[in-house]
């Protein structure tokens, strides 16, 4: 909070250069913290130098590894795989992209339809609530297999016969179950009396679900919702098996033409670049949530 | 207190042999009362004598299973009243004032009016400034529930009420949850309202206050008004024994 008055006790702060009670400095102080701190770090270090070193040396030193590494993590088939696999991560990035567009709105359809109460709403209640279990029963592999090859298969005038527009749209169709289940969870975590109090303003039931439930609701989760976004980067690659050339699907090609498999590794890597960067900012996301949880003021 | 007119007419506010259970559970048995405008009417009882369900009730929080709720003589619960014109009638503040912790104090007490009554910004803002100031929070306008004392808590919440204009309050254990030092500043803001001619009906604990603001007392005992009257007779002439024995125990546990 601004707080620009000018008050008698301007004066008295000058934390800057307050001596110690014993008598040392600031800037002793902040020596000797920064040397303290150095040791814990060297241990630190030296810890992963010696456990991450066992642990290549121990792969490295197998009877067939040199044979792996031809067949793995040859240089030279890594760097002729990886302009197609490149390629075709990019188009693992546009159907996650289009994923990520559809299913925050579809799941918090559900989500609401799910939440709304009285017998009128029974009809909408029952229909989410069958979307939900059978979305989430289904394996999301077959999901995209029945999608993917059987809806084009029919020939409907008008139905789009893209196999990458089916395989976002059952990633799509799963996801938004499991995340309309998050969102529910957050929206039943929000205390009855906080919904009570809304309709006792005035608020319809879906007033009171937009201004004063799901606000709270979807700050309770957040981080699982940050978790769901990070799966689901990585289980765009199943859409490779409806023959989208995806990053797997071009890796797969590389390998039948040369019995190597250095470009799945290079698929590998390409998740990687995204998913850890990722996880590090869920994480960082979430702690900087929960501090701001504990002191939050404008 | 000055002398009120009789009632003869239409009472703000009038139960008719209300029922209510919850599960198996029955909680209202017949519970009959009537509240004239202008009026503060104090419920006092043990604990599970349907006082908090007669107020959630009142405000169509919860359905009755018979019975008549009349609010200036038409039937609230009858079919096809609408439960938020009457919510916009009646306001309720709950025992753990129920702010919403995401928002301001000032986005709390504007909420309904910006998206109920689809006042502007402004003018919401400009009339919220003028009740939280009234009742000494103009402060802690930009702040969050969570970051003020509960009595804050709770006054912000009865401001909140208030914004509706609301022609009938509803006050629920207010000071229940509130620390000993913390009580006096919310019941001096309800004395305050009662003064002004503010229609109340509270749920209460705090003897002493009732005795002092409300016209009426209704002592609650198994989901029925078993007697009521003036404070003066309900507090100092009892004549049902389970009001005696209440009363006594109350002034044994030192809350009189």
């Known amino acids: ?298 | 207190m000055t002398a009120r007119p009789p009632h003869a007419k239409t009472p703000k506010l009038e139960l008719i042999d209300v029922h209510k259970s919850y599960g198996r559970t029955p909680v209202l048995r017949g519970m009959t009362m009537d509240v004239a405008e202008h009026d503060v009417v104090c419920l006092i009882g043990p604990s599970g004598c349907g006082k908090s369900t007669l107020l959630r009730c009142v405000d169509l929080l919860d359905p009755i299973a018979s019975g008549q709720i009349l609010l200036d003589g038409a039937d609230i619960t009858a079919r096809g009243v609408s439960a938020d014109d009457v919510r916009r009638r009646v306001g309720i503040v709950f025992q753990s004032f129920n702010l919403f912790p995401h928002l301001t104090v000032l986005d709390n007490v504007t909420l309904a009016a910006r998206r109920v009554h689809h006042v502007s910004k402004r003018d919401a803002e400009a009339k919220a400034n003028e009740l939280l100031e009234r009742f000494g929070l103009a402060g802690l306008a930009r702040s969050y529930p969570n970051r003020i004392s509960g009595g804050q808590n709770q006054r912000a919440a009865i401001v909140r009420a208030l914004m509706g204009q609301p022609e009938l309050l509803l006050l629920d254990e207010v000071t229940s949850a509130l620390d000993p030092e913390l009580v006096g500043e919310v019941l001096g803001l309800i004395g305050e309202l009662a003064d002004g001619g503010m229609t109340m009906v509270l749920a209460t604990h705090e003897m002493g206050f009732a005795r002092e603001v409300a016209d009426k007392v209704c002592f609650l005992s198994d989901g029925r008004v078993l007697e009521s009257g003036p404070p003066s007779q309900l507090f100092e002439d009892p004549q049902q024994p389970r009001t005696q024995q209440f009363l006594r125990l109350v002034h044994q546990a030192g809350r009189i």
Do not use: C
Not at chain 1, 61 to 84: C, L, R, Y
Not at chain 1, 99 to 111: C, D, E, K, Q
Not at chain 1, 161 to 168: E, H, L, R, Y
């Open chain 1, 1 to 298: 909070m601004p707080a620009p008055n000018k008050s008698a006790d301007d004066d008295i702060r000058v934390p800057d250069q307050n001596p110690r009670p014993d008598g040392s400095s600031a800037e002793r102080l902040g020596f000797w913290v920064r040397h303290e701190t150095l040791k814990p770090a060297l241990i630190a270090v030296a810890s992963t130098v010696v456990v991450f070193g066992a642990g290549v040396w121990f792969v490295v030193s197998s009877p067939n590894w040199p044979a792996v590494k031809n067949q793995f993590f040859n240089p030279d088939d890594f760097a002729a795989a990886w302009p197609d696999v490149l390629d075709g991560f990019w188009r693992n990035l546009q159907m996650f992209a289009y994923s990520m567009l559809a299913i925050p709105v579809l799941a918090l359809v559900i989500a609401v339809a799910r939440s709304l109460r009285g017998p009128a709403f029974f009809p909408i209640r029952f229909l989410a609530t069958a979307f939900t279990d059978v979305m989430r029963g289904i394996p999301l592999i077959l999901l995209i297999l029945l999608l993917g090859f059987g809806l084009p298969a029919l020939q409907l005038p008008g139905l789009p016969k893209s196999a990458m527009f089916w395989g976002v749209t059952a990633l799509t169709l799963s996801y938004s179950a499991y995340t309309a289940e998050i969102y529910r969870s957050g929206i039943d975590a929000v205390p009855e009396s906080q919904r009570a109090s809304a309709r006792s303003l005035g608020l319809s039931q879906i007033q009171a679900l937009r201004y004063a439930i799901l606000p709270q609701a979807i700050r309770n989760v957040v981080p699982a919702l940050m978790n769901t976004v990070v799966s689901l980067q990585k289980d765009v690659a199943l859409v490779s098996v409806l023959g989208v050339r995806d990053a797997v699907r071009e890796a797969q090609i590389y390998t039948s033409r040369t019995f190597n498999y250095t470009s799945y590794v290079a698929a590998t890597v390409l998740f990687l670049l995204i998913s850890i960067p990722l996880t590090r900012f869920v994480d960082w996301y979430a702690a900087r949530d929960r501090a701001r949880m504990s002191d939050q003021q404008r």
